[in-house]
C-alpha cells in the first residue's frame, strides 16, 4: 500500500509540474501571437501605403 501511495504521491507532483509548464507555453504562446498580429498589421499597412505611392508613380511613367 505504501509503494502506491508513493507512486501517486510521484504522478501528482508530475502531473502539477506539467501543468505549470503548459500554462507558461500558453502564455508565451498568447504574447508571440500578438505579436505577430501587430506585426502583420504594420506590415499590411505600409504595404498598402506602398502600393498606393506605386500606383501614382506607375500611372506617371507609362504616361
Avoid at 28 to 36: D, Y
Amino acid at each position: 500500500m505504501y509503494w502506491f501511495l508513493l507512486f501517486l504521491g510521484v504522478v501528482a507532483v508530475w502531473l502539477l509540474v506539467l501543468a505549470l509548464l503548459a500554462k507558461k507555453l500558453w502564455g508565451r504562446t498568447k504574447a508571440l501571437t500578438r505579436e505577430l498580429v501587430a506585426a502583420q498589421s504594420k506590415l499590411d499597412a505600409a504595404q498598402s501605403q506602398t502600393r498606393s505611392g506605386q500606383s501614382g508613380e506607375g500611372a506617371r511613367a507609362r504616361a
